[in-house]
């Protein structure tokens, strides 16, 4: 069964004074535990709606979206927020870190929303957790105290602290230099495919789309299929999308 | 189920606590005006409490102590008085009757006492030793009569203030004397001394029954007509004075008429005599409440508007809506029940300060501890406060869009 899988989904949003804005216009796509998928397309593609979509966070205006077998609109907004929490980890480009509060404090927090035994080993689970992405040694470090490429490597680990089936990455590395950037995303490929979660990476960045298995373009809304060749070419030339 | 609740409670509790921690400058400054209006809460119902003693034992010692029932018996014809005997040995049996254990004659006369600079008419009071406790009488010197009082060959007097004056202030322990005239002249020890009102610029004092009917002549025992008092719980008061106004009656025949009647401050109305002062209390301590709640709710409405991109980073995290409401209410709740606590505790120390307690308990006999409702009602105002200035940032908390608060 897949984990996600989408059948003609758009998104489509009433403006005062104007036309619809069709912001998704019948998208497919299916998602299979320990799946690596990139999204790419240029900025107002649609791509963080997309992607809002895929983590629960919004609804489909049309179409069908079914999370493990199971139909979106099933789901009543608590059930979503449940299932968020238990199966979908989100890495943000701007990190999102908490401010005022440490490292280990930042990763913890998914876990306050936990049930049992995850909730009450909260701090040992996110002190392994953090030793995982090697910032064993920077548990008590605030977001400010931490390089950029640290604070995204405290954002991977509060994503999968919780052992999430799908992780879905936003611009992962936008806020990254190229070669932390590249640290970092081999950090979350090597770390997803440990855990076995599916991976759904969406990036305007051709180098960091290459890492994925299968490559998607979004393009006004529309998502096709993208050959690897194309992709890596793109990578090669040091063009984004 | 109760698993998810429970972690979820203490969950909620968790990032309360985080929350005020890490904005403890922010909290600490809106608390200020929460634990301020707490203490003046918390102060005013416990000063309230004092000033309701103090008005509570000045109606006490003006009329009686609740239920204060007066027996008066005559002759509705002739409107003579009966023998003061049998009206004594008829109360007396009724008291037993339905032991009542705190009762007394009551009767005024004057003596002629020889002071040091001469004669002088003493207004006389004659009572059994139950009447100080019934009537909080108060006293600057020495005790009040005891019941082994009344077996002294030589009374005991309880002289007020001026009369101890006239006698030259003498020391109690030095036992000071005066001489009663009666059948013949009787030495009295004062035994105490109560104080003055600043209008009496007369001598007066208490006798007890007993020596009263030792000393006095047939002649005037008889013309101090005694009325009498029994002090009986409130609930029982109605039908007491029934069963008394029958008993003394029927004791004496048909041709005396025996009233019964109330005379203590809660007889006159049904209404509390002190319903002003406790609404004028309540008034005023919740409109402090009410303002340090405003201040708090507009500090929590902008706190919560800067919080919004972590709310949404929260809810992406899997906080539901509601546990983001009760997490925000929780934040509110904790911090103003801190800080009730902490103005409950000024609340105490306030009141409880050796100056601000003589000043405010001068002339109370039973000074009230510190009223555990009054810390009760400034931490249960605390927590209800906590929880409508969070009500409203709670609300907000869970309009926010997901979505546009993770990009806000």
Not at chain 1, 150 to 161: D, K, M, P, S
Not at chain 2, 160 to 168: D, R, T
Not at chain 2, 232 to 243: F, K, S
Not at chain 2, 366 to 392: K, M, Q, R, Y
Request: glycine letters at 8%.
């Amino acid at each position: 069964m897949s984990l996600l899988r989408l059948e003609g989904v758009t998104r489509t949003v009433e403006l005062p004074d104007s036309e619809p804005l069709h912001i998704l216009r019948g998208v497919d796509l299916e998602v299979e535990v320990g799946d690596h998928v990139s999204i790419v397309g240029r900025s107002g593609s649609g791509k963080s709606t997309l992607l809002n979509l895929l983590g629960l966070l919004d609804t489909p205006t049309g179409g069908s979206l079914q999370f493990d077998g199971v139909p979106l609109e099933k789901l009543n907004g608590a059930e979503r927020d449940r299932r968020r929490g238990t199966d979908v980890g989100f890495i943000f480009q701007a990190f999102n870190l908490l401010g005022g509060r440490t490292a280990l404090e930042n990763v913890m927090t998914p876990l306050l929303y936990a049930p049992g035994k995850q909730f009450w080993r909260r701090e040992r689970l996110a002190t392994e957790m953090l030793d995982k992405v090697g910032l064993g040694n920077r548990l008590a470090s605030m977001p400010e105290q931490l390089s950029g490429g640290e604070q995204q490597r405290v954002a991977i680990a509060r994503a999968l602290v919780r052992g999430p089936r799908l992780i879905l990455a936003d611009e992962p590395t936008g806020a990254l230099d190229i070669d932390t950037g590249a640290a970092v995303m081999k950090l979350l490929d090597d770390v997803a495919e440990n855990s076995g979660a599916a991976l759904i990476t969406i990036t305007h960045d051709p180098n960091v789309a290459a890492l994925a298995r299968r490559h998607y373009r979004l393009d006004k809304g529309v998502l096709t299929p993208v050959d690897v060749n194309r992709v890596l070419t793109l990578a090669e030339r040091g063009d984004t999308y | 189920m109760l698993m998810r609740i429970w972690t979820g409670f203490v969950g909620s509790v968790v990032e309360a606590w985080a929350e005020l921690r890490i904005h403890r400058t922010r909290v600490l400054l809106s608390l200020i005006g929460v634990a301020v209006a707490v203490a003046a809460l918390t102060g005013i119902v416990a000063l309230g409490a004092i000033a309701q003693q103090s008005q509570i034992e000045t109606l006490e010692r003006q009329s009686g102590r609740p239920a204060l029932l007066n027996v008066s018996t005559f002759n509705p014809v002739t409107g003579e008085t009966p023998d003061i005997v049998e009206l004594d040995t008829a109360f007396q049996t009724t008291m037993d009757r339905y032991e009542i254990a705190f009762h007394s004659r009551n009767a005024y006369t004057s003596m002629i006492i020889q002071f040091p600079d001469g004669v002088r008419d003493v207004q006389t009071q004659v009572v059994d030793p139950a009447f100080g406790p019934m009537h909080r009488v108060r006293l600057s010197e020495g005790e009040w009569f005891t019941a082994s009082d009344a077996d002294r060959l030589a009374p005991s007097v309880i002289v007020n203030e001026v009369m101890w004056n006239l006698l030259g202030s003498p020391p109690l322990s030095s036992h000071p004397t005066i001489t009663l005239p009666g059948k013949q002249p009787t030495t009295a020890v004062v035994t105490a001394v109560t104080p003055s009102a600043q209008y009496e610029d007369y001598p007066s004092m208490f006798l007890l029954t007993n020596a009263w009917d030792r000393i006095a002549t047939e002649e005037l025992r008889q013309q101090t007509y005694p009325s009498y008092e029994a002090w009986v719980p409130i609930e029982l008061a109605d039908q007491l004075m029934t069963l008394i106004q029958r008993d003394v009656s029927g004791a004496l025949g048909t041709d005396w008429q025996t009233d019964v009647q109330r005379n203590d401050y809660l007889a006159y109305s049904d209404e509390d005599p002190l319903l002003f002062i406790k609404l004028l209390v309540t008034g005023v301590a919740v409109l402090i409440l009410l303002l340090g709640a405003l201040g708090l709710v507009n500090i929590s409405l902008v706190t919560v508007r800067h919080r919004i991109r972590e709310i949404g980073i929260r809810r992406s995290f899997g906080a539901t809506a509601g546990r983001v409401f009760f997490a925000v209410m929780m934040e509110s709740v904790v911090a103003t029940v801190v800080a009730g606590i902490a103005g409950v505790a000024i609340a105490v120390l306030v009141v409880k300060n050796p100056w601000v307690m003589s000043f405010v308990s001068q002339g109370i006999d039973d000074v009230p501890a510190f009223p555990i409702e009054a810390a009760l009602i400034g931490l249960a105002s605390a927590t209800a406060v906590g929880a409508l200035a969070g009500l409203l940032p709670a609300l907000v908390a869970v309009r926010v869009k997901v979505i546009d608060a993770i990009r806000y």
